[in-house]
């Protein structure tokens, strides 16, 4: 397991990727990416150390990270790629995590499966298959 990318929520990828490029040094952000499965547009920039950052906008007033905007939240995941994507969210699950969402596939990982859980010490944690 290693750390994939940070997903921060915004309200506008134009307008916001930009600003965060004047205050921290990322790479310039990807095309933007349109995943009618989890209602959102996003696109990453390059944070160094094979990290990416996630700029994520809702389609709509209805998508998932459409309440974490409105509620003042930035950052809003951490996402960790994995070998075995039911193994890890079997893991989480046992643990003591909810499952916010069953594996699916992405259009921003080029169709490769993601889950997110909820952890018992807070926080939302995104699970990506390896390549």
């Given amino acids: ?3 994939h990318h940070v ?8 307008e916001k990727a930009p600003l965060y490029r004047r205050v921290v040094p990322i790479g310039f952000p990807s095309e933007i990416i349109h995943d009618e499965v989890q209602r959102v547009r996003v696109a990453f920039a390059d944070a160094g150390n094979n990290v990416a950052l996630e700029f994520i906008e809702p389609d709509d007033e209805d998508s998932p990270v459409a309440r974490a905007l409105r509620q003042g939240a930035s950052l809003h995941h951490l996402c960790y790629e994995v ?5 890890a969210v079997a893991q989480a699950r046992s643990a003591g995590a909810l499952v916010v969402c069953e594996p699916v596939p992405a259009r921003a990982f080029q169709g490769r499966r993601i889950a997110f859980i909820y952890s018992p ?3 939302l ?3 990506v298959e390896a390549r």
């Avoid at 070998?83 to 193994?87: H, P, R, V, Y």
Wanted: charged fraction near 30%.
């Fill in 1 to 3: 397991m290693r750390l």
């Fill in 7 to 14: 997903g921060i929520v915004v309200d506008s990828i134009d």
């Fill in 83 to 87: 070998e075995d994507l039911e193994q």
């Fill in 121 to 123: 010490v807070g926080g």
């Fill in 125 to 127: 944690t995104e699970f």
